[in-house]
């Protein structure tokens, strides 16, 4: 069950999740609203949020409403719950996500990235509309926010009136200034666009990335990661070699979008790459999702330990299938012999 799975301990299980429910659609509402207003844990919640706002059907934002209503929400749900707002603040509906979103913005007892995630939410708005809430939080006493006034607060404006022209013209044309401007109009039209425009995107988005200082590039890859599950997502390899070359060359984690989107399509060409940065891995989260991600194509690959790329993989780094075969992975495959 996909619901259940956005309850699982490994992120790749979870995104994995996200993605195929957001694909179900309109059929998966009710089930995502209902976790998404349980006492269940923090993640999973915020899981089912971010698929109810990938989805954007208006049902969910009477439940997202309802979380920020609370003012002791968890921050990771509330913020989740803000990604929701934020889709219908344009719409019939809009004046109560625009209320909801200005109070927890203004809200300087609430956690600063439930703040932050507010005002964001809010970023959709005409800056005409925003300018009251801009003056009044100009002079908070929190840095972050007062930052995030400085620079605009309004830095999705442009995103989400036209998602699927924001990807054509940056597969045509330029990319946007700002990454996550393009990352929303993915999440919002990418089930939508001709597969060859996404793969544009993430080619384009891939040069953009080396390009930019190294503080930048985290935010592209963020973008370029949510091409590819948006590729993915549609059983599309178009870009499985930026997948793998991608995680080949990592020195460090990646999102866990690239994870997820290998999880979905990833074939055996990328087991070495996996297994390659799974052997340099020091960070313990990074190694387990890759195990995880390993563990996923290898069950839905049907491979054994006798294919020629995972015997190469135990010629290569001596006993690295045993460690990434076994572990403690949610839905991990049963072992081949």
Same mark, same amino acid.
Request: aromatic share 4%; net charge positive.
């Given at each position: ?7 699982? %301990? ?11 429910? *957001? ?13 998404? @207003? ?10 089912? /949020? ?37 889709? /219908?603040?344009?719409?019939?509906? %809009? ?39 801009? *003056? ?44 996550? @401007? ?115 194509? @290898? ?28 572990? %403690? ?9």
């Amino acid at each position: 069950m996909l619901v259940a799975d956005l309850s699982a %301990g490994s992120a790749v299980t979870r995104e994995a999740a996200v993605a195929r429910l *957001t694909v179900i659609g309109a059929r998966a509402v009710e089930r995502l609203i209902a976790l998404a @207003v349980a006492p269940a844990e923090a993640t999973a919640r915020a899981a089912a /949020f971010r698929a109810l706002e990938a989805i954007a059907d208006p049902r969910a934002l009477s439940a997202a409403l309802q979380v920020l209503d609370e003012a002791d929400a968890d921050a990771k749900v509330a913020i989740a719950a803000a990604g929701v707002a934020h889709v /219908f603040v344009r719409g019939a509906k %809009g004046a109560f996500a625009v209320d909801r979103l200005t109070a927890v913005a203004l809200d300087r007892a609430r956690p600063e990235p439930v703040r932050l995630a507010a005002l964001r939410a809010l970023g959709d708005l005409e800056h005409s509309s925003l300018a009251p809430l801009l *003056t009044s939080l100009a002079e908070d006493p929190n840095a972050a926010v007062r930052a995030e006034v400085r620079a605009g607060g309004n830095r999705g404006s442009e995103a989400t009136a036209d998602p699927a022209g924001i990807l054509t013209r940056a597969a045509e044309e330029e990319l946007p200034a700002d990454p996550d @401007v393009l990352r929303r109009a993915i999440v919002h039209a990418g089930n939508a666009v001709a597969l060859p425009l996404l793969l544009r995107i993430v080619e384009r988005v891939r040069e953009r990335e080396a390009q930019e200082p190294a503080a930048r590039r985290p935010a592209w890859a963020t973008t370029r990661a949510a091409a590819h599950l948006a590729l993915a997502n549609r059983g599309s390899r178009l870009a499985v070699y930026d997948l793998r070359e991608s995680i080949d060359a990592a020195t460090a984690p990646l999102p866990v979008e690239f994870l997820a989107a290998l999880a979905l399509i990833g074939d055996a060409s990328c087991l070495e790459a996996i297994a390659g940065a799974h052997a340099r891995a020091r960070d313990r989260w990074w190694r387990e999702h890759l195990a995880d991600a390993f563990r996923a194509v @290898v069950a839905r690959e049907k491979l054994t330990r006798r294919h020629a790329a995972v015997r190469k993989i135990e010629k290569k780094w001596k006993g690295a299938v045993d460690e990434l075969w076994s572990g %403690g992975a949610t839905n991990r495959p049963t072992r081949p012999t």
